[in-house]
């Protein structure tokens, strides 16, 4: 997937942003895939556990390509660094929103990857998913660097959930952000 223009956007800490690009994750990318999800940074906020083998990072690899959400790998010249996952709400009643997600190897953080890659996605999602209306990330109150990405890319701030979910056997609070076409902060 081509993201948006770059023409404006200068470099980042050394990282030309027209390097990053979105693509479908193939099962051949599980090394790739192993390389920052077994990352202790970069699981503390996500559900699954570093240490995993090769064939559970193939399992969950599976699931999430196979899965009901939009799945994408976050490339680096086209090797996955990351990813980010839309997924609509499967209630019929709620299916004009959806949750974005993303994680990144903790090596490319803070170089505006994150920012450019959900901003980008919140400016095109809407396209490829027609009946959505609002996208919505939800955030551990700890993980500030997240709520940043959010801010940056143009989401609103809604408020915070107390005791929304559980994380590794703790129920967390979460910060609840919005980006609505036409109406929210476009960074």
Same mark, same amino acid.
């Given at each position: 997937?081509?993201?948006?223009s770059?023409?404006s956007?200068? %470099? @980042?800490? &050394?990282?030309? *942003?027209?390097r990053?690009s979105?693509?479908q ?5 599980v ?6 999800a ?6 503390g ?9 090769k ?8 699931y999430?390509?196979f899965?009901?959400?939009w799945f994408?790998?976050i490339?680096?010249?086209?090797k ?12 019929s009643?709620?299916?004009?929103? %959806? @949750?974005? &997600?993303?994680a *990144?190897?903790?090596?490319h953080w ?13 400016e095109?999602?809407?396209r490829e ?15 500030v660097a ?15 959930l ?26």
């Amino acid at each position: 997937m081509e993201l948006g223009s770059n023409a404006s956007m200068p %470099a @980042e800490n &050394g990282i030309d *942003l027209n390097r990053i690009s979105l693509r479908q994750f193939d099962l051949s990318d599980v090394d790739n895939f192993m390389a920052w999800a077994c990352d202790e940074k970069v699981c503390g906020f996500c559900p699954w556990e570093p240490a995993m083998s090769k064939e559970e990072a193939m399992k969950l690899l599976q699931y999430r390509i196979f899965g009901p959400s939009w799945f994408k790998s976050i490339c680096l010249d086209g090797k996955p660094i990351g990813d980010v996952t839309v997924t609509p709400n499967p209630r019929s009643s709620d299916r004009c929103r %959806a @949750e974005i &997600g993303y994680a *990144l190897g903790s090596e490319h953080w803070n170089k505006g990857i994150a920012t450019h890659v959900v901003k980008s996605v919140a400016e095109t999602i809407f396209r490829e998913l027609p009946e959505l209306e609002r996208l919505e990330a939800v955030v551990d109150v700890e993980n500030v660097a997240s709520q940043r990405v959010l801010e940056k890319a143009g989401f609103e701030r809604e408020g915070v959930l107390k005791k929304f979910y559980i994380l590794k056997g703790r129920t967390r609070d979460i910060v609840m952000y919005s980006f609505i076409p036409n109406v929210s902060n476009h960074a």
